[in-house]
């Protein structure tokens, strides 16, 4: 059984930064997707950005620029920098790993922006 834990999130000021790290466990495929979601009161789940085990990498628009992904294929680790961080990021963020065996889900961490 594959596991996702993730941390830190927080209150952040806008143009503020956060570092989410996202570690998995169990028995997990060489080749998959790890991502990040976020899902913002009343909003549907999004993706923010997303990395292939060979390190190909996708972002949603909303986040270019000011977001990077990253992963530790030892740790079985995804990390998510989030720069210049606005009010509209708020949102339950979370880890996603997708293999050709399975789909896990990590359970949310809260991110806000706010003055």
């Known amino acids: 059984q594959v596991q996702l834990v993730e941390s830190g999130g927080g209150l952040v000021q806008p143009g503020g930064s956060l570092r989410l790290s996202c570690a998995a466990s169990g028995i997990i495929f060489s080749i998959n997707v790890m991502a990040w979601y976020r899902q913002a009161p009343g909003k549907q789940r999004e993706l923010v950005a997303a990395?292939?085990?060979?390190?190909?990498?996708n972002y949603a628009d909303a986040v270019k620029g000011r977001f990077t992904i990253s992963r530790d294929n030892a740790k079985n680790t995804v990390y998510l920098q989030m720069n210049s961080l606005k009010p509209e990021d708020t949102a339950v963020y979370y880890c996603n790993l997708v293999t050709v065996a399975h789909t896990t889900w990590g359970q949310g961490t809260q991110v806000t922006v706010s003055s």
């Open positions: 990395i292939t085990s060979g390190g190909s990498t």
